[in-house]
C-alpha cells in the first residue's frame, strides 16, 4: 500500500539511505499520486540529499493539498 511504502521511506530516511527513502516515496506517489505525507517526506528527504530545489518543490505541492501536512508528518518522524 501507499502508506506502507510512506513509512519505509521514513524508515531509510531517518538511516539517511536517501535513494531508498526516494524510491519509497516515488512508489506510494505511483499509488497515490496525491498523497500529501509522500510528497513531503520525499521533499525532506531531497533536501538532506542536496536537491533543494526539488525538494522545496515537493514540499510545496504537498503544502498545497493539505496545509497541515508539516504537524502531520511531525507524528510519522518526518523531520526537516
Do not use: C, H
Amino acid at each position: 500500500s501507499a502508506v506502507a511504502f510512506v513509512l519505509r521511506g521514513v524508515a531509510y530516511g531517518n538511516m539517511g539511505q536517501y535513494a531508498q527513502a526516494i524510491e519509497d516515496y516515488d512508489a506510494a506517489l505511483q499509488i497515490s499520486p496525491r498523497l500529501a505525507e509522500a510528497l513531503y517526506g520525499r521533499g525532506v528527504v531531497k533536501q538532506k540529499s542536496g536537491d533543494n530545489a526539488g525538494g522545496a518543490a515537493d514540499l510545496a505541492a504537498a503544502q498545497a493539498i493539505d496545509q497541515n501536512i508539516s504537524y502531520k508528518t511531525v507524528m510519522l518522524g518526518i523531520a526537516r
